[in-house]
């Protein structure tokens, strides 16, 4: 059986009759159980993928295919599909079946998506490893030893084993970069607004955005183009038009004025994941680009305002699980009070737990204005930076991770140390614009690193444009 890597490669075999999505599928689904160790997948849709990959076989037929016709996405638990369960990875929405589809889910379909199955994450995209799932640590396919990075790692993986073309993950503070960094994938976290949230269920409203993992620039690009786009149905939803990104890959990017902040290669950065960095902006320097460092003054506050806001929109958002309405239920309460205690106490992970308590404390009497309001007023400091950045180069380029995957169960009991991870990636959500992650080769462990790009708000075109650049320049 062969796997494709690409959608686009698959295309071509499939215009040619070499295959049929009927068939793909059919051993997709099989090459998913036999790598089931990897507990990338939560749930893989057996029947729906199948009846869905006939229905694009006929549609083929019958030249009125659409842009995705074909192509196997997984979806990460976090977002609803109808019919299906959508856990959030945790025990307290276990058994809960969307009842409507997320907005995302709407736009694939109608361009012949084929949804495969739900990807495991770390419980309510709480996570930079995707070891706080309630079912199970996923393993990075490059080394079943190492985590994939979270909170998207099954999303990442599936890519990366070549159980899907491409995937939907959520990026709050670096979910989809930093697995794709760690994977040796291409992920992308669009601009806050450029998505519908709709029918995502939320960690953090002012931070989540829904954004895609492929295998190349350019199926990445296809996805985007389906998945923009403003909503009627999310009032956080931007009413920019809608570039076509895929035309425009190809451009030629001389004369563009890329910046690495000098915060960002400072102590604590691996020094072949720093020598990734500085080959990707030789590289760039070939195409004719020109690479100047810059300042980011405010970025060492950068990990305590992203934890004190998205914990304090955290216990907010998830006072509605309650063990009342759709959630689980403790067999042990005999009350009202210990109802809610302990549905909360034995649903819930330990690291959710942890943020609700933080989120709670600095929402709190006494502490509102000494933690979160003084947070708010340095999220538009850091806002600040990226627009006085802005003004001297067109694109950031920046380590991803400060280091290749670590192993399983290392930092676990260490929760400063795993918060530091997000060194490189949280600003991006704090500011609220675009960012991706390309490979750059392999760290001489073996192990995938990825550079990042950072642009201005809604400039998704310009970093899929230099994204593919630097995938063509093949960077070892």
Known sequence: MKLYSTFSEFRSDLASGKVTCESYVTDLLAEIKNQQDLNCYLESFNETALEQAKNSDLRIKSGKAGRLEGMVIAIKDVINIKGQIASCASKILGNYHAVYNATVIERLQAEGAIFIGRTNMDEFAMGSSNENSAYGVVKNSVDKTRVPGGSSGGSAVAVAAKLAFTSLGTDT???????????????????????????????????????????????????????????PKDSTSSPQPVEQFTSILKNPIKGLKFGIPRE?????????????????????????????????????????????????????????????????????????????????????????????????????????????????????????????????VDVLLTPTAPSTAFRIGEKTTNPLEMYLSDIYTVSANLAGIPGISVPAGTASDGLPVGVQLLGKHFDEQTLLNVAYHLEQANLK
Not at 353 to 379: E, N
Not at 385 to 390: R, S
């Open 264 to 392: 960002y290669v400072a102590e604590g950065l691996h020094p072949e994941v720093k020598a990734k960095l500085m080959a990707a902006a030789d590289a760039l320097k070939k195409l004719g680009c020109e690479v100047t460092e810059v300042d980011l003054p405010h970025t060492q506050y950068c990990i305590a305002t992203y934890y004190i806001l998205t914990t304090a929109e955290a216990s907010s958002n998830l006072a509605r699980y309650d063990g009342v309405r759709y959630t689980f239920r403790s067999k042990e309460a005999d009350t009202l009070t210990s109802m809610y205690v302990k549905s909360r106490s034995e649903g819930f992970g330990r690291e959710v737990k942890r943020r609700i308590m933080l989120g709670t404390y600095v929402l709190s009497a006494g502490y509102y204005d000494a933690y979160y309001t003084k947070a708010q007023k340095v999220r538009r400091l850091i806002r600040t930076d990226f627009e006085n950045a802005f003004k001297k």
């Open 173 to 231: 503070g670096g979910s989809i970069r930093f697995p794709a960094s760690l994977c040796g994938v291409v992920g992308m976290k669009p601009t806050y607004g450029r998505v519908s949230r709709f029918g995502l269920i939320a960690y953090a409203s002012s931070f989540d955005q829904i954004g895609p993992f492929a295998n190349s620039v350019e199926d990445l690009a296809l996805i985007m183009e389906v998945i923009s786009g403003h909503d």
